[in-house]
């Protein structure tokens, strides 16, 4: 099913999906960037830099109440807003970076608080040309409820699953010509990163980077963790009990692979005590065990390390100086 | 969710990012500014975590006031009533002067200028001031004789462009984690770094040239570059000639500054001396930054002069990426000095003593107000030691932890006839107070904060303070009322009115202009866009002023008894006296007690393993602390962060001041260290 959508029919979709969902749509914020912002029925910003804020973070938010324990030791589970989330306005590497948290924590054991707020969500991609300067995003395969497809003037949409078709129902039927050149335009797009961070799998599976390089590029960390609490598959965090009067309670909050306290042991033997070993296992676990246990990279190539980290040593850069520097250069 | 953009509350660098609420009105996170000019999208790990201690449930909700030993509940009226009642009443007795007030960096301009109204126009003393004193009173002093502005010269910005940076006493990319990255960034462009420190801090391993040099020698060294440069013809004679005055005195004074000479103070080799004197006056640009390493000395003041006359000697001034560039520490370090919160001076460097100043503010104020310069804190508190200060407020501040020699201020404090106190947090200072008000944070007031590049920023409320809490404005204002003074703001916005009407380098700044990227003063009018670079022309005294300064060495120094060297400061991740870092559980659990750090050399002299516990004695007192061998210190010198009540490096530090501006020797004592 392919609909043709003109931008009063989006503000008629999101205002009936916001009847029953907690609806969060791209919003400028004060100093420009783009962020998913509950949504009070004004304009909608339908194209741009991709949100700055991880999508993620919707689900598995910075810091978020667990339980309390009472004073008699009976422990209830933070309540979750009765509604469910839409977010509208993902694109394919951000819809990508869900699809892997979301089978992280659907792992058996599955981890409960997060399926509570995500089941039920709605995604809603937003593809097509709605990048910065109205610049081309790739179409999505899957991993999303709904897909709008800017194309211009219009919208082409259509559900990505079967449950999510009656909310297109009464447009008028969409372009399937029109969707099949948006197609191949994807299948031709090329993410400016995707060859360097290829490349710097390949040499890191082969071992082809030397220690040396781990502690150089660790000698540019200042440690901010800005890394870790950006990228939207990092799923690490540490518990927090703060107790009051009334009880204990029990939070959760992100946590980063670059301190010297996320592996530290009681004694204050550390496994990953120098600097440079944190840095490499930063790199190494998107790039070799994420592909050894899930089958695919924990880089969904989004950049959002890149931009957040001070010293310019996130993954595209990274990538970039791996490949450049430990690629085999071929005969000729 | 709602997304409020903020000033964050720790260092002086400014960045900007979003506290993140939930429905429920809860904190859930920290986004940095993506388009901000400093923040850029990146914060520091303080920054990323400066939600976290907002909600923490130690924070004070509800006034207190001290009945039979204990901190009682009462309501408002009444504490603010006693308050009044102790202070006008010590006022009346003993005379206004036998008060202090103490004020913070941590609050906003308007809060600032609230407080020293509340002084002097509220009390009738200028006996007010704030943590400034320890960390940059050295520069106020300093840089206002010998350029006329105790600012920053230049803006951050000119990291980008500069030639050479040299870094003096700053450990950057850990106190101002996103200036150091700048400068990181402008070496890997191409741009040249001399770092001079004693600990082999992050930067160094970046630099073209480390100079350890011993702590307490920065005269030495920084005179002896000069006369290096004099010798080699490499000083700007067009600069010299044009802009500035004093220069023959300065020539004749390095005389004695031969490489031999300096390299037997400072401990370094005569060779790096020369090439740094060489590297530094042969960049076109070049800037100097410089923080707590070059201030915080009984000779603070004259080692500012030194980095004033270098710069001058080599015409790094008044032009992008060259300057003298204090890194100020805490967020609103800058704008409590220049509203005032100082004890000689209005709002702007307007001073107490002249007496057109005194007639403009007492027209403001509507009432009368005292010429005689108030104390210095670290005077106040001798003065309370020794029972001439006797009632005291202390606004935002833990001098029990923050003030060198912990024994003297616990003493001071406790002698007091009234100790008032306004926190967020039940610090080590507010145990002591017969009355403690709750105060709301920065996450939960409006107000603007001014950064060490001299950017006026907003504040903004992102939630509501917990239980009884108020902003400090609101609080101030009550306790102005009951003085009879006017303050009927309705919000800090006016308070800026007010402020930008009395001082003339915030006379264009409102909050109507602050939206966007703030504006940095001076910014004299309503159309002035802000000033990025200062001294351009000429500089703000006119004639730039060469102050030769001769070699002191510190007051206090290793002898047999105490054979080690003290060297105090901060760590990356914990701010100050630990009051919020410690209360977040991210940062908490990174750095979780007080340590030592002591070089591999004199462990094995002392048979001390890392994470032993140790004894760490001065002649004013002895904590204990981990021990973390390494050889970020020297061998003889040990470092030890101030952040842990429960080994408070300022239980071992000396309250030598220097003679100007009285700030203590933080840097350098003598210690012993024996096993537990």
């Given at each position: 099913m392919?609909k043709?959508?003109v931008e009063?029919?989006?503000?008629?979709l999101l205002?009936r999906?916001?009847?029953?969902y907690?609806?969060?749509?791209p919003?400028?914020?004060?100093?420009?960037?783009?962020?998913?912002l509950?949504?009070?029925?004004?304009?909608i910003s339908l194209?741009?830099?991709?949100?700055?804020?991880?999508?993620?973070a919707?689900?598995?938010?910075?810091?978020?109440?667990l339980?309390?324990?009472?004073?008699?030791?009976?422990?209830?589970?933070?309540?979750v807003?009765e509604k469910?989330?839409a977010?509208?306005g993902?694109d394919?590497i951000?819809?990508?970076?869900?699809?892997?948290?979301?089978?992280f924590?659907?792992n058996p054991?599955?981890?409960d608080?997060?399926l509570r707020r995500?089941?039920?969500?709605?995604?809603?991609?937003?593809?097509?040309?709605?990048?910065?300067?109205?610049g081309f995003?790739?179409l999505?395969?899957?991993?999303?409820?709904?897909?709008?497809?800017?194309c211009g003037?219009?919208?082409?949409?259509?559900?990505?699953?079967k449950?999510a078709?009656?909310w297109l129902?009464?447009?008028?039927?969409?372009d399937?010509?029109?969707?099949?050149?948006?197609?191949?335009?994807s299948?031709?797009?090329?993410h400016?990163?995707?060859?360097?961070?290829?490349?710097?799998?390949?040499?890191?599976?082969?071992?082809m980077v030397p220690d040396s390089?781990?502690e150089?590029?660790?000698?540019r960390?200042?440690?901010?963790?800005?890394?870790n609490l950006?990228c939207p598959t990092?799923?690490?965090?540490?518990v927090?009990?703060?107790?009051t009067?009334?009880?204990t309670?029990?939070s959760?909050?992100?946590?980063?692979?670059?301190?010297d306290?996320?592996m530290?042991?009681?004694s204050?033997?550390?496994p990953?005590?120098?600097?440079?070993?944190?840095?490499?296992?930063?790199?190494y676990h998107?790039?070799?065990a994420?592909?050894?246990?899930?089958g695919?990279?924990?880089?969904?190539?989004?950049?959002r390390?890149?931009?957040?980290?001070?010293?310019?040593?996130g993954?595209?850069?990274?990538a970039?100086?791996?490949?450049?520097?430990?690629?085999?250069?071929?005969?000729? | 969710?709602?997304?409020?953009l903020?000033?964050?509350?720790?260092?002086?660098?400014?960045?900007?990012?979003?506290?993140?609420?939930?429905?429920?009105?809860?904190?859930?996170?920290v986004?940095?500014?993506?388009?901000h000019?400093?923040?850029r999208?990146?914060?520091?790990i303080k920054?990323?975590?400066?939600?976290?201690?907002?909600?923490?449930?130690?924070r004070?909700t509800?006034?207190?006031?001290?009945?039979?030993g204990?901190l009682?509940?009462?309501?408002?009226q009444?504490?603010?009533?006693?308050?009044?009642?102790?202070?006008?009443?010590?006022?009346?007795?003993?005379?206004?002067d036998?008060?202090?007030f103490?004020s913070s960096?941590?609050?906003?301009?308007?809060?600032?200028?609230l407080?020293?109204k509340?002084?002097?126009?509220?009390?009738g003393?200028?006996?007010i001031?704030h943590?400034?004193?320890?960390?940059?009173s050295?520069?106020?002093?300093?840089?206002?004789?010998?350029?006329g502005?105790?600012?920053?010269?230049?803006?951050?910005?000119c990291?980008?462009?500069t030639?050479?940076?040299f870094?003096?006493?700053?450990?950057?990319?850990e106190?101002?984690?996103?200036i150091?990255?700048?400068?990181?960034?402008?070496?890997?462009r191409?741009?040249k770094?001399?770092v001079a420190?004693?600990?082999?801090?992050r930067?160094?391993?970046?630099a073209?040239?480390?100079?350890?040099?011993?702590?307490?020698?920065?005269?030495?060294?920084?005179?002896?570059?000069?006369?290096?440069?004099?010798?080699?013809?490499?000083?700007n004679?067009s600069?010299i000639?044009s802009?500035?005055?004093n220069?023959?005195?300065?020539?004749?004074?390095?005389?004695?500054f031969h490489?031999?000479?300096?390299?037997?103070?400072t401990g370094?080799?005569?060779?790096?001396?020369i090439?740094a004197?060489?590297m530094?006056a042969?960049a076109?640009?070049a800037?100097?930054v410089?923080?707590?390493?070059?201030?915080?000395?009984?000779?603070?003041v004259?080692?500012?002069?030194?980095?004033?006359?270098?710069?001058?000697?080599?015409g790094?001034?008044?032009r992008?990426?060259?300057?003298?560039?204090p890194l100020?520490?805490?967020?609103?370090?800058?704008?409590a000095?220049?509203?005032?919160?100082?004890?000689d001076?209005?709002?702007?460097?307007q001073r107490?003593s002249?007496p057109?100043a005194?007639l403009?503010?007492?027209a403001?104020?509507q009432?009368r107000?005292?010429?005689?310069?108030g104390l210095?804190?670290?005077?106040?508190?001798?003065a309370?030691?020794a029972?001439?200060?006797?009632?005291m407020?202390?606004?935002?501040?833990n001098?029990m932890?923050?003030d060198?020699n912990?024994?003297l201020?616990r003493q001071a404090?406790?002698?007091?006839?009234?100790?008032?106190?306004?926190d967020?947090?039940?610090?080590?200072?507010?145990q002591?107070a017969?009355?403690v008000?709750?105060?709301a944070?920065?996450?939960e007031?409006?107000?603007t904060f001014?950064?060490?590049e001299?950017?006026?920023?907003r504040?903004?409320?992102?939630?509501?303070?917990?239980g009884?809490a108020?902003?400090?404005?609101?609080?101030l204002?009550a306790?102005?009322?009951?003085?009879?003074?006017?303050?009927?703001?309705?919000?800090?916005g006016?308070?800026?009115?007010?402020?930008?009407?009395?001082?003339p380098?915030y006379?264009?700044?409102?909050y109507?202009r602050?939206?966007?990227?703030g504006?940095q003063w001076?910014?004299?009018?309503?159309q002035?866009?802000?000033?990025p670079?200062?001294?351009r022309?000429?500089?703000?005294?006119g004639?730039g002023?060469?102050?030769p300064?001769?070699?002191?060495?510190?007051?206090?120094?290793p002898?047999?008894?105490?054979?080690?060297?003290?060297?105090?400061?901060?760590?990356g991740i914990?701010?100050?006296t630990g009051?919020?870092?410690?209360?977040s559980?991210?940062?908490d659990?990174e750095e979780?007690?007080?340590?030592?750090?002591?070089n591999?050399?004199?462990a094995e002299?002392l048979?001390?393993?890392?994470?032993?516990?140790?004894k760490i004695s001065?002649?004013?007192g002895?904590?204990?602390a981990?021990?973390?061998v390494t050889e970020?210190?020297?061998?003889?010198?040990?470092?030890?962060p101030?952040h842990?009540a429960?080994g408070?490096a300022?239980?071992?530090?000396n309250?030598?001041?220097?003679?100007?501006?009285?700030?203590?020797?933080?840097?350098v004592?003598?210690?012993?260290i024996?096993?537990?």
């Amino acid at each position: 099913m392919l609909k043709r959508l003109v931008e009063r029919d989006i503000y008629d979709l999101l205002g009936r999906i916001a009847d029953s969902y907690r609806l969060r749509v791209p919003g400028l914020l004060d100093d420009g960037t783009r962020t998913l912002l509950p949504w009070d029925g004004q304009q909608i910003s339908l194209f741009g830099e991709p949100p700055q804020r991880k999508p993620t973070a919707y689900f598995f938010p910075q810091t978020d109440p667990l339980l309390k324990i009472d004073p008699r030791g009976q422990a209830t589970p933070a309540a979750v807003a009765e509604k469910p989330f839409a977010l509208f306005g993902l694109d394919s590497i951000d819809l990508a970076a869900l699809a892997f948290t979301d089978r992280f924590f659907s792992n058996p054991p599955p981890d409960d608080h997060y399926l509570r707020r995500r089941n039920g969500a709605l995604l809603i991609g937003l593809t097509g040309y709605a990048g910065p300067s109205r610049g081309f995003l790739p179409l999505v395969k899957g991993n999303c409820d709904l897909e709008l497809i800017a194309c211009g003037e219009y919208w082409l949409a259509r559900a990505g699953c079967k449950s999510a078709d009656h909310w297109l129902a009464h447009y008028p039927p969409g372009d399937q010509e029109q969707l099949a050149v948006l197609q191949r335009e994807s299948a031709q797009w090329n993410h400016r990163a995707a060859v360097d961070v290829q490349q710097a799998m390949e040499l890191l599976r082969q071992d082809m980077v030397p220690d040396s390089f781990w502690e150089e590029i660790a000698s540019r960390c200042i440690l901010c963790s800005g890394c870790n609490l950006a990228c939207p598959t990092c799923t690490c965090f540490c518990v927090q009990d703060r107790q009051t009067a009334t009880g204990t309670v029990r939070s959760r909050v992100w946590d980063s692979c670059q301190l010297d306290a996320f592996m530290r042991e009681a004694s204050g033997h550390n496994p990953l005590g120098t600097e440079a070993l944190r840095t490499r296992r930063r790199i190494y676990h998107k790039l070799v065990a994420d592909p050894e246990r899930w089958g695919e990279p924990g880089c969904v190539l989004c950049g959002r390390c890149d931009r957040a980290c001070p010293t310019g040593i996130g993954m595209f850069a990274v990538a970039k100086e791996i490949a450049s520097r430990f690629a085999i250069s071929s005969p000729d | 969710m709602t997304a409020t953009l903020t000033t964050c509350p720790y260092c002086g660098t400014g960045c900007n990012f979003y506290l993140l609420r939930d429905e429920d009105g809860r904190l859930t996170g920290v986004e940095p500014a993506g388009n901000h000019p400093t923040s850029r999208g990146q914060l520091c790990i303080k920054g990323w975590n400066a939600h976290a201690f907002v909600e923490h449930p130690d924070r004070l909700t509800i006034p207190q006031i001290r009945t039979k030993g204990n901190l009682q509940p009462v309501d408002w009226q009444t504490a603010l009533d006693l308050i009044h009642e102790k202070l006008s009443g010590i006022a009346e007795k003993h005379g206004p002067d036998s008060l202090m007030f103490l004020s913070s960096a941590k609050v906003s301009n308007e809060e600032n200028y609230l407080l020293m109204k509340l002084a002097r126009a509220g009390y009738g003393t200028n006996n007010i001031d704030h943590c400034a004193r320890l960390c940059h009173s050295s520069t106020v002093t300093g840089l206002v004789e010998t350029l006329g502005s105790g600012a920053m010269t230049n803006s951050l910005s000119c990291f980008d462009e500069t030639e050479l940076i040299f870094v003096i006493g700053s450990n950057t990319t850990e106190q101002h984690p996103l200036i150091g990255s700048r400068i990181l960034q402008a070496v890997w462009r191409g741009a040249k770094l001399i770092v001079a420190d004693s600990r082999k801090i992050r930067l160094a391993r970046h630099a073209d040239l480390h100079l350890r040099h011993m702590n307490g020698t920065d005269v030495a060294l920084l005179n002896g570059l000069m006369r290096q440069i004099l010798l080699e013809g490499l000083e700007n004679r067009s600069f010299i000639a044009s802009r500035t005055e004093n220069f023959a005195a300065l020539e004749k004074s390095l005389a004695p500054f031969h490489p031999e000479y300096v390299a037997k103070v400072t401990g370094l080799l005569p060779e790096q001396i020369i090439s740094a004197a060489r590297m530094y006056a042969k960049a076109e640009k070049a800037m100097i930054v410089y923080a707590m390493g070059i201030t915080q000395h009984s000779h603070g003041v004259d080692n500012v002069r030194a980095v004033s006359n270098l710069a001058l000697l080599t015409g790094n001034l008044g032009r992008p990426g060259t300057g003298v560039n204090p890194l100020r520490g805490q967020n609103n370090v800058q704008g409590a000095c220049d509203m005032g919160a100082l004890p000689d001076v209005y709002s702007g460097y307007q001073r107490v003593s002249d007496p057109a100043a005194r007639l403009k503010f007492s027209a403001a104020w509507q009432t009368r107000l005292p010429e005689k310069p108030g104390l210095l804190s670290t005077h106040a508190i001798e003065a309370a030691a020794a029972g001439k200060i006797r009632g005291m407020l202390i606004l935002g501040e833990n001098p029990m932890l923050s003030d060198a020699n912990q024994n003297l201020v616990r003493q001071a404090l406790e002698k007091l006839e009234f100790l008032a106190v306004i926190d967020i947090f039940p610090t080590e200072t507010a145990q002591l107070a017969d009355v403690v008000l709750p105060a709301a944070c920065y996450a939960e007031r409006d107000g603007t904060f001014t950064s060490t590049e001299r950017r006026v920023q907003r504040g903004r409320k992102a939630v509501a303070p917990p239980g009884e809490a108020q902003a400090d404005w609101q609080i101030l204002c009550a306790l102005l009322q009951r003085c009879g003074v006017k303050a009927d703001y309705a919000e800090p916005g006016e308070i800026m009115a007010e402020i930008s009407g009395l001082t003339p380098s915030y006379a264009g700044i409102s909050y109507a202009r602050l939206d966007g990227n703030g504006l940095q003063w001076p910014c004299p009018d309503a159309q002035h866009p802000g000033t990025p670079i200062l001294h351009r022309e000429q500089c703000a005294r006119g004639k730039g002023r060469f102050s030769p300064v001769a070699y002191r060495p510190p007051k206090e120094l290793p002898d047999a008894s105490y054979p080690l060297l003290l060297n105090t400061g901060r760590t990356g991740i914990h701010w100050h006296t630990g009051s919020m870092t410690r209360r977040s559980h991210l940062l908490d659990r990174e750095e979780r007690s007080a340590f030592v750090e002591i070089n591999p050399e004199d462990a094995e002299k002392l048979q001390v393993r890392t994470r032993q516990q140790v004894k760490i004695s001065s002649r004013r007192g002895a904590i204990q602390a981990a021990a973390k061998v390494t050889e970020r210190v020297p061998p003889g010198q040990i470092f030890i962060p101030f952040h842990f009540a429960e080994g408070a490096a300022n239980a071992l530090t000396n309250n030598a001041l220097d003679p100007e501006s009285g700030i203590p020797e933080f840097k350098v004592c003598a210690v012993r260290i024996d096993p537990c």
